[in-house]
C-alpha cells in the first residue's frame, strides 16, 4: 500500500491547508548534495493527544514517523495497574522524509504545521527545522533505556560539562551534566530547535567525555 496509498491520499486533501510559511522558509539544497532527494527529520506538530494516531496514520501510508515516548507503570485511583507508553513531547511527532514529500504531508488534515527554526529568522527568513539524525538517536537511546522518567524542557540551558555515561542502562550514552537547585545531578541530551531531554543521575554513574 505504503507509497500508493500516500500518493492518492496527498490527491485527495491537497485542497485541505497550505504551507506557505514552509515553502518559502525552506533553504536551497535542503535535501542534499547534486538535487539528490536526500530525507531528513522535521518535526510535524499535531494536536496534543494525537501524536500516537498521526504516527500511526503516516506509518500506514509508508512514511517513516517518531513519537517521543517512555514505557512506565501507571496506578490508576482504583489501584488498576498497566504499562503504558507516555508521550514526552506533547504535540510533536517526528517525521523522516524528503523535502518534496514533506510539502506534500503537511497538507494530510491530521498535520497542522511543520516546525520552524527560529534561530534563522534574522539573517535567513524562516527556515524549516531539521533535528540532525544523531540528535535523535540519543534521544531515543536516552527514552528506551532510562530506568528514571525522563522530562523535557523547552527552555534553553547553558551549555554544561561534556560527559559519558559509564554504568547503568543507559551506559554509553553522551550528554551534558548540569546541576538543578536541589542539588541533584541531571544528564541533559539536546534537540537543539526543541530542548532538552532531562533525566536524573547519579555522580558516580558518568566521567568526563574525551
Known sequence: ??????????????????????FAAVPSGV?????VPSPKWFVALVSPRHEKSVSEKLQGLGIESYVATQSELHQWKNGRRRQIERVVIPGVVFVRSTEKERREIVCLPYVNRFLTDK????ANGNRIAVVPDR???RLRFMLGHSDEAVG???R??????????VRGGLCGLEGEA???????????????????????IGLCDIEPAQ
Open 178 to 200: 548540569v546541576e538543578s537547585l536541589d542539588g541533584k545531578c541531571r544528564l541533559l541530551v539536546r534537540l537543539d530547535i526543541l530542548g532538552c531531554a532531562i533525566v536524573e
Open 156 to 165: 534553553r540551558y547553558s551549555p554544561g560539562e561534556r560527559v559519558r555515561v
Open 119 to 122: 534561530a534563522s529568522v534574522a
Open 1 to 22: 500500500m505504503a507509497r500508493d496509498a500516500f500518493n492518492w491520499s496527498i490527491n485527495h486533501t491537497m485542497s485541505i491547508g497550505s504551507d506557505s510559511e514552509a
Open 31 to 35: 535535501d542534499g548534495a547534486v538535487g
Open 135 to 137: 540528535q535523535l538517536e
Open 152 to 154: 523535557f524542557e523547552s
